[in-house]
C-alpha cells in the first residue's frame, strides 16, 4: 500500500503548523518591543516627571527659604521686640531688636526660658500662659522695663500660634517701645496744665470788668441800705425791711465770691456726674455780668435731665470761652448769643460726620452760636490751634478754643465748629449720657438751732468775734472769745473742762487754727472743733481731715448752718 499522500498530507500540516508557529513567534516579539517601547516610554516620562518634581520642589525650597529670609528681615528691622514662644514657653524665635535691646545671641536664646535668661521677669508669663489657656489675644500699655537704671515704657500684644491642626503650638509676643511717646504724652498733659491756667487767668482778667462792675452795685445796696437802717432807728418795721435788703444783697455779693473762687482754684479734673442744665445756668450767672447789656443771651433748653459724666469747672470754663468769643465776635455792635441744649441720638453713619471722633450713643448737644462777624473759610481749620487767635492784643492770646477742644476731649465728647463771614458763628459741643442718678440737694435751712453748752471762740477779726459772741448767745450757748489763738490755747488749758466745741478761724498771725486744733487735740482729742476760713484749698482740707476736725465752714458764715451744725455736734458727743 503507497503512503506517500498521507505522508505529504502530514508534511502540509506540518508546515501549516510550523508557518503558524513562526506567526505567532513574530506576533510575540512584535507584542515585547510594543511592552518594552511602553516600559521605556513610561520609565522616560517618570524620569522627566521626577526632574520637573525635584525642580518644582528645589524652587518650592527657594522659595520658602526667600519667604522666611525675608520674614526674618521683617521681624529684624521691625521697631518692635517680637519673639515667639512654645507651649513651654521656650523662645523658638526671636529678631534682631529683642538680641540689641537684652544684649543677647541667639545661641544663648532659642531653647530657653526667660528664667534662664533673666534674672529679673521682663515679660509677665502670667499673661502668656493666658492667652495659650484661653486662646484669646491680650494687649498691655504701659508696661515698664528697668534696664541699666533706666526706665522703658512697652505697648505688649501677646497672640496665640496656632498649628496645622488647629491646636495651640505657642505664642508670638509684638514689643513696642513707647518710651518716647510716654514722655511726649506726659509733657503735652503739662503742657495742657499750663495752656488751661493761661487760660484761666485770661479768662479772670475778662471777667473783672464786669464783676467789678456788678459787686460794686451789691456794695451800694448794703451800703445805702445800711445808712437808711441807721436813719429810721424810729421805725422798726422799716428797719426790718431795710436790713433784710442788706441781707439780700450780702447773699448775692457771698455767691459772686464763690462762683470767682470755684473758676479760679486750681482743679483737680476730677470727673463726677454733674447736672448739665445746672452747670450751663450756673455758669451764665457768671457771664452775664461780664458781657454789656446791648449783647442778649438766650438760652433754650429742650430737655427736663441732663447727667454727664464731667467737670464741673471745665464745662463753666468752656461756656465762659465760648461767650466771651462770641461778645468780641460782635466788634462793640448789638447782638445776639444764643445757647441751645437738647438730646440727640448718634448713630453709626453720624459717627463717620465726625470722623469716628464719638462712638454711637445717646449724646447731649451743646450749642453757642452768634451773629457776629464769623470766620473766613481759609482759616477755619486753625481756630483750634494754640495761640493762634484774630483778635486784638487786648483781647486774648489764643488759648480759649485750644483749650476748649482739649476738655471736651477728655469728656469723651466731640466739637464741631460751622461759620460764615458776616453771618456768625456756630459752635456744637456733644457730650455722653450717662444712666440717671439720684443727686441729692442740699437742704433748705429756714429756722435757728437753740441748744446748750459752752463754746470757744478764735478769729483775729474783732468783728466777727462780737458778732458770734452776740449770735451764739442768742441761741443759748455760754461763748468765750478771743482774737489771738495763743492766749486762747493758754485760757483753755485752764478751763478745758468748761468747753464743749472749739470754733476756730484758719488764718490767723502768729498762730493758725491748725496749731491751734493740734494742740487741743493733744489734750483732748474727742473734743468737737469747727474749723472756718475765707478762703481753702485742697491742701487744707486734706490737713483739716487729718486733724479730724469735725467740721468745715466757708466764709462768708451761714448763721443756719452754724446753728444745726453746733447743735448737732455737742448733742452727738455728749
Known amino acids: 500500500m503507497d503512503k506517500t499522500p498521507e505522508l505529504l498530507e502530514k508534511i502540509k500540516y506540518l ?78 524665635r526671636v529678631n534682631r531688636p529683642f538680641l540689641s535691646f537684652f544684649n543677647l545671641k541667639i545661641s544663648k536664646v ?30 498691655k500699655r504701659d508696661c515698664s522695663i528697668q534696664i541699666n537704671n533706666k526706665a522703658y515704657y ?27 511717646l510716654t514722655k511726649i504724652k506726659n509733657d503735652n498733659l503739662v503742657l495742657l496744665n499750663h495752656l488751661n491756667t493761661s487760660q484761666k487767668h485770661e479768662a479772670l482778667g475778662t471777667l473783672a470788668g464786669g464783676i467789678s462792675h456788678d459787686f460794686n452795685n451789691i456794695l451800694s445796696a448794703i451800703i445805702g441800705y445800711t445808712e437808711i437802717a441807721n436813719n429810721f432807728v424810729e421805725k422798726p418795721d422799716k428797719i426790718k425791711k431795710y436790713l433784710s435788703e442788706v441781707l439780700f444783697a450780702s447773699n448775692r455779693a457771698k455767691e459772686l465770691i464763690k462762683q470767682i473762687l470755684t473758676f479760679s482754684r486750681k482743679s483737680s479734673k476730677e470727673i463726677q456726674p454733674i447736672n448739665l442744665i445746672d452747670c450751663i445756668e450756673e455758669s451764665l450767672k457768671l457771664i452775664r455780668p461780664t458781657i454789656p447789656s446791648i449783647v442778649d443771651i438766650n438760652l433754650q433748653i429742650n430737655i427736663k435731665h441732663a447727667l454727664i459724666a464731667g467737670n464741673d469747672i471745665q464745662i463753666k470754663q468752656i461756656l465762659l470761652n465760648l461767650c466771651t468769643n462770641a461778645w468780641h465776635a460782635m466788634q462793640g455792635k448789638p447782638g445776639i448769643i444764643n445757647i441751645i441744649l437738647e438730646q440727640i441720638d448718634v448713630d453709626i453713619d453720624t459717627t463717620l460726620i465726625f470722623n469716628n471722633k464719638i462712638t454711637p450713643g445717646i449724646y447731649y448737644k451743646l450749642t453757642v452760636s452768634d451773629n457776629g462777624s464769623g470766620i473766613p473759610k481759609n482759616i477755619l481749620n486753625k481756630v483750634f490751634d494754640p495761640y493762634f487767635t484774630t483778635k486784638n492784643k487786648d483781647q486774648g492770646t489764643g488759648l480759649g478754643l485750644s483749650v476748649v477742644l482739649g476738655i471736651v476731649s477728655e469728656h469723651n465728647g466731640s466739637i464741631e465748629v460751622i461759620s460764615e463771614p458776616r453771618k456768625g458763628t456756630k459752635f456744637e459741643i456733644f457730650l455722653p449720657k450717662i444712666d440717671s442718678i439720684h443727686i441729692e440737694k442740699p437742704k433748705e435751712l429756714h429756722t435757728y438751732q437753740y441748744g446748750k453748752g459752752s463754746i470757744l471762740f478764735v478769729d483775729d477779726e474783732p468783728s466777727i468775734n462780737f458778732l458770734m459772741q452776740d449770735f451764739l448767745s442768742k441761741l443759748g450757748y455760754d461763748v468765750d472769745i478771743f482774737n489771738d489763738s495763743l492766749e486762747a490755747f493758754e485760757y483753755y488749758v485752764n478751763y478745758k473742762d468748761k468747753y464743749n466745741l ?37 491742701e487744707s482740707e486734706k490737713m483739716a481731715n487729718d486733724l479730724l476736725v469735725d467740721a468745715i465752714l466757708k466764709k462768708p458764715l451761714d448763721f443756719h448752718e452754724i446753728s444745726i451744725k453746733i447743735q448737732d455736734l455737742i448733742n452727738h458727743n455728749n
Not at 501549516?16 to 517601547?37: H, W
Not at 505697648?155 to 505657642?170: C, D, K, R, T, Y
Open 15 to 92: 508546515e501549516i503548523e510550523n508557518q503558524q508557529i513562526k506567526n505567532e513567534l513574530n506576533l510575540t516579539k512584535q507584542e515585547n518591543k510594543a511592552i518594552t517601547d511602553k516600559y521605556l516610554e513610561i520609565v522616560n516620562n517618570l524620569e522627566k516627571n521626577v526632574i520637573n518634581k525635584n525642580e518644582e520642589l528645589i524652587h518650592y525650597q527657594r522659595t520658602l527659604e526667600n519667604t522666611l529670609y525675608e520674614l526674618q528681615i521683617m521681624l529684624d528691622y521691625s521697631p518692635a521686640i517680637i519673639f515667639f514662644k512654645d507651649i513651654k514657653l521656650n523662645f523658638v
Open 110 to 139: 532659642i531653647g530657653h526660658n526667660q528664667k534662664s535668661l533673666f534674672k529679673t521677669e521682663y515679660f509677665n508669663e502670667s499673661d502668656e500662659l493666658f492667652v495659650i489657656q484661653n486662646a484669646k489675644s491680650l494687649l
Open 154 to 180: 512697652f505697648e505688649v500684644n501677646i497672640l496665640p500660634v496656632f498649628a496645622e491642626n488647629h491646636q495651640i503650638s505657642g505664642i508670638v509676643c509684638f514689643a513696642l517701645d513707647v518710651t518716647d
Open 502 to 538: 472749739i470754733f476756730t478761724d484758719l488764718i490767723m498771725p502768729k498762730s493758725d487754727g491748725f496749731d491751734l486744733i493740734k494742740k487741743i487735740k493733744a489734750i483732748d482729742n474727742k473734743i468737737p472743733i469747727i474749723l472756718c476760713s475765707g478762703y481753702h484749698n485742697e
